[in-house]
């Protein structure tokens, strides 16, 4: 009798276990996960150490489509314009409506940001695929905006905030 109340009580806790599946899945693909970063684009913000290449993020989800929610400066994973199998990891240096200068190889020196996109580049200037190679990206393409660092715990109090590339590149006065 009591190996049925147990294989009872099992199949309870099994099934209320499986109901939170979705839960976690929605909650992964909506608010919150966390993210992977390998490459030397973001150096020396993120991946500073050649012993520890990669650094583990925790990606902030929830209404990162929405321009109004970036700042300049923040650091966003991005799925990549020419392949959306890629995503890039870049820090916003620009948003709609703001100018700003740009570098080679882009076509011009002054970039016009439209309607709900922004304008992105790697920290790592001269290590970087970023606007200046595909231009303003569309806030549709932002997966979300890096919060913590959160592996390895020796740079858990890393400041994501703070630009360690190019200074500000708006012009004219145009940004916010």
């Known amino acids: 009798m ?6 009872g009580r099992f199949a309870n806790s099994l ?17 919150c996960y966390i993210a992977k970063i390998q490459g030397s684009s973001m150096m020396p913000t993120l991946n500073p150490s050649k012993t520890e ?3 583990w993020v925790l990606l902030w989800k929830w209404g990162m489509k929405n321009v109004n929610n970036i700042k300049h400066n923040d650091v966003v994973l991005i799925k990549a314009p020419s392949n959306p199998r890629k995503v890039f990891c870049k820090r916003v240096k620009g948003k709609e409506f703001d ?4 570098r080679y190889p882009y076509p011009r020196e002054i ?3 439209p309607r709900s996109h922004i304008w992105v ?3 790592n200037a001269f290590h970087s695929i970023d606007s ?5 990206v569309s806030t549709g393409l932002v997966l979300g905006k890096a919060i913590a660092v ?5 740079r858990w109090n890393t400041d994501l905030n703070t630009s360690l590339g190019r200074e500000d590149i708006r012009v004219n006065g145009f940004g916010f």
């Open 15 to 31: 099934l209320i276990g499986i109901t939170w599946i979705p839960v976690a899945l929605a909650f992964n693909e909506n608010v």
């Open 132 to 136: 200046n190679n595909f231009g303003p």
């Open 150 to 154: 959160i592996w390895p715990p020796s």
């Open 99 to 102: 100018s700003v200068q740009t």
């Open 121 to 123: 580049e790697g920290d």
């Open 53 to 55: 290449p990669t650094d």
């Open 111 to 113: 970039a016009h940001i």
């Open 2 to 7: 009591s190996f049925i109340k147990s294989s």
